[in-house]
């Protein structure tokens, strides 16, 4: 099993930033692919960003040129660089893990963009 733990959501104002952090623990094996999926209620989760093992990265539309993704394979972990946020960000983010045996999720993070 793999254990993801997740960190850094909270409440910024809109214009301010964030950096979520997405630690692996457990039984790992090499993830293929990790990154952020967010929710907001009563919407599907939604793709924000992820990278690859060969550290190519695909930023959905609406974050591009504002949000960066990077890991750190030593430490198995994952980084999303939230900048320049707005009120639409607002929802909970998912980190993900996958590897060939599966995908596995952490519990989630509310960020919430507020004046």
């Known amino acids: 099993q793999v254990q993801l733990s997740e960190s850094g959501g909270g409440l910024v104002q809109p214009g301010g930033s964030l950096r979520l952090v997405c630690a692996a623990s457990g039984s790992i094996s090499n993830a293929y692919t990790m990154g952020w999926y967010r929710q907001v209620p009563e919407q599907k989760r939604e793709l924000v960003a992820n990278i690859f093992n060969d550290s190519r990265t695909y930023f959905a539309d609406f974050v591009k040129g504002r949000f960066l993704i990077s890991k750190d394979n030593a430490e198995n972990t994952v980084y999303l660089q939230m900048n320049n946020l707005k009120p639409d960000d607002t929802g909970v983010y998912f980190c993900?893990?996958?590897?060939?045996?599966?995908?596995?999720w952490g519990q989630g993070l509310q960020v919430t963009v507020s004046s």
């Open positions: 993900y893990w996958g590897e060939l045996r599966g995908v596995y």
